[in-house]
């Protein structure tokens, strides 16, 4: 019976050894968490990331003025909704922000160029119903977008991954509460 190779990655240890981990963390230290085992395009990451906070900015403002300007029999549950979603949507600017410095990038909060940087447009809407139908588009724009930077992340950068995946999460949570929101103001 012929014994079975081994494949090249069951050859490699799991873990590199600690001498050569040690090295490597003294190396560059400058560039702090971003160490030598970053796999991903720095550049195009932070570009990525500047685009989803501009896309989350313009949000928070759609959503604040849609809290302020609603208005109706129904309008004090929905305007909660929008404030709350505001809120949420400025702890993820929060984070991305966080993560573009971390990766040695500048955020770009300059209003210059905001609306094109973003992914979603900022509609007013004139109704009750148009905020809602326009945050619901943004929401699902943001699913879309976040979605294939996940994708293209993939095991490249695995810290922004998982936190576009919890952006992701919040951002389909919204889209349901609008939708839910539609519904009941259908009937």
């Known amino acids: 019976m012929a014994k079975a190779k081994?494949?090249?990655?069951?050859?490699?240890?799991?873990?590199?050894?600690?001498?050569?981990?040690r090295a490597r963390?003294?190396?560059?230290i400058e560039n702090g968490a971003?160490?030598?085992g970053y796999q991903a395009d720095r550049a195009t990451v932070v570009k990525l990331l500047n685009e989803a906070l501009a896309t989350e900015l313009v949000c928070?403002?759609?959503?604040?003025?849609?809290?302020?300007?609603?208005?109706?029999i129904n309008a004090d549950a929905v305007a909660q909704e929008f404030l709350q979603h505001a809120t949420e949507e400025q702890g993820h600017a929060d984070l991305i922000a966080a993560?573009?410095?971390q990766l040695k990038g500048e955020p770009n909060f300059n209003p210059d160029g905001l609306a094109t940087r973003s992914h979603a447009e900022y509609v007013e809407g004139g109704s009750l119903v148009d905020m809602i139908r326009e945050d619901l588009v943004a929401e699902r724009i943001a699913i879309e977008s976040y979605g294939e930077m996940i994708r293209y992340m993939g095991d490249k950068d695995i810290t922004t991954r998982r936190m576009l995946e919890d952006i992701l999460a919040m951002e389909e949570e919204h889209a349901d509460d609008l939708s839910s929101l539609l519904e009941d103001l259908g009937r």
Do not use: C, E, N, W
């Not at 963390?25 to 560059?28: S, V, Y």
């Not at 928070?60 to 109706?72: D, N, P, Q, T, V």
């Open 25 to 28: 963390a003294r190396k560059h």
């Open 99 to 101: 993560r573009i410095v």
């Open 34 to 36: 971003v160490t030598d």
């Open 60 to 72: 928070i403002l759609r959503y604040k003025r849609h809290y302020f300007m609603a208005s109706g």
């Open 6 to 21: 081994a494949s090249p990655a069951a050859q490699q240890p799991f873990l590199t050894d600690i001498k050569t981990l």
